[in-house]
């Protein structure tokens, strides 16, 4: 008979020899939304600055990649 403690700090269903991937995956998520701010931060400064087409588009796939990644790790992780 298994007993599922409900205070517990570990996953339920997690096992003790499995390393935890949750420190790696909350390091990616503060390097990606540090990116984030900063190519939109530079798109915006882009856009006062008069920048060309190429700067708009570098920094907009960058955004629009970072926020795809963002949106997957959360829906990956269920909360």
């Known amino acids: 008979m298994s007993h599922t403690d409900p205070y ?3 996953a339920a269903g997690s096992q003790e020899g499995t390393p935890d991937r ?3 995956t909350g390091a990616v998520r503060v390097l990606l939304w540090v990116v ?3 190519s939109v931060l530079g798109n915006t400064v882009a856009s006062f600055a ?3 087409l190429e700067v708009h588009l570098a920094a907009g796939g960058v955004t629009a990649l970072c926020a795809t990644v963002l949106v997957v790790l959360r829906l990956r992780s269920g909360r």
Request: proline share 0%; charged share 0%; glycine share 16%.
């Open 50 to 52: 008069g920048a060309g």
């Open 36 to 38: 984030l701010v900063v």
């Open 22 to 24: 949750s420190s790696s």
């Open 8 to 10: 517990s700090l570990t």
